[in-house]
């Protein structure tokens, strides 16, 4: 698919190709709600990156349209697919809803989490899939805080000090050993997905990607971190609030009671 529509800056940069004849089949899984221009202009650049990349679009009814646009990609291209849900049903049940049809529906070794407001530039994800392929990890997270700085752009210093702090007191409090375990932007390996019990993760917003890094972790398998440099929205309206903060903070001593009681949420029951 031509970039038609990509502003210029979006073309340019997109990191290094992928080795040739990389060949491994990619799922990237965006969930919207009112993102139709960001949506838009999204899809064609992750497309452009790889032929063998695929995208995944789980719109919750977007009262803007983001639905039809969706449907408008995938009728122009087959590398786009569109779930739809009846109401704003949350994000964490977006992307369970999307794992789920990605293991039902494709053979996808490799399944990204993504935003559509272009806060998680497409250009990083060349280098996510070669940190999981090459260095066989099985899940690759897109981090704002490596290195001890804080990479992130046009955050007022109040949202920059909560996220911090978020990740800095569910670092503590379940022992999950990463710098952002907030963030939105990552590479599962498929077996990581199938090995969780998708049923019992019933979280949102930040919760829910700290239960994913979590159970995936408790589960054994290879996480690593890859810096990112995460830039806010430009357009669109932010469905950040009040329930999902307080929802991830109970939720980490949750986690941390399950792992003192040696409960996971592994389908066979125990940990690997
Ligand atoms: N399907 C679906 N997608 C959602 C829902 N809530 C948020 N999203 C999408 O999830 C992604 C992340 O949401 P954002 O609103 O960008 O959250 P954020 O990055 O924490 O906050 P802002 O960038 O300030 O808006 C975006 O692509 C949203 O459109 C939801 O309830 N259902
Ligand atoms: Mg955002």
């Not at 022992?175 to 019992?200: H, N, Y």
Request: charged share 25%; hydrophobic share 40%.
């Amino acid at each position: 698919m031509p970039l038609e529509g990509v502003p210029d800056e979006r073309r340019a940069d997109l990191g290094a190709p992928l080795p040739d004849g990389f060949g491994v089949r990619v799922l990237v899984i965006i969930p919207t709600y009112n993102e139709r221009e960001n949506l838009t202009n999204l899809v064609p650049v992750v497309l452009g990156l790889d032929p063998s990349i695929e995208v995944l679009v789980v719109d919750d009814n977007s009262p803007d349209g983001t639905g039809d646009a969706a449907e408008r990609l995938a009728a122009s291209t087959g590398r786009v697919h569109a779930l739809h849900r009846e109401a704003k049903l949350g994000l964490g049940s977006a992307y369970v809803a999307g794992f789920r049809w990605a293991l039902a529906n494709t053979e996808a070794e490799f399944i990204f989490e993504m935003d559509a407001d272009f806060s998680h530039d497409p250009k990083y994800l060349r280098e996510m899939l070669r940190v999981a392929d090459e260095d066989n990890v099985d899940l690759v997270v897109g981090s704002r805080y490596l290195g001890g700085g804080a990479n992130v752009v046009n955050w007022p210093i109040r949202r920059l000090i909560l996220s911090y702090g978020a990740n800095l007191y569910a670092r503590i409090v379940t022992g999950l050993p990463l710098r952002d375990s907030t963030g939105g932007f990552k590479c599962f390996r498929r077996e990581v997905l199938e090995a969780i019990d998708l049923e019992q993760v019933r979280s949102d917003g930040y919760g829910f990607q700290i239960e994913m890094n979590f159970h995936s972790w408790r589960n054994g398998f290879r996480i690593r971190e890859v810096p990112i440099v995460f830039v806010d929205r430009h357009s669109g309206t932010s469905k950040m609030n009040r329930k999902i903060i307080i929802e991830a903070f109970w939720l980490v001593w949750k986690l941390r009671f399950m792992s003192l009681l040696g409960k996971t949420v592994a389908k066979d029951g125990r940990p690997r």
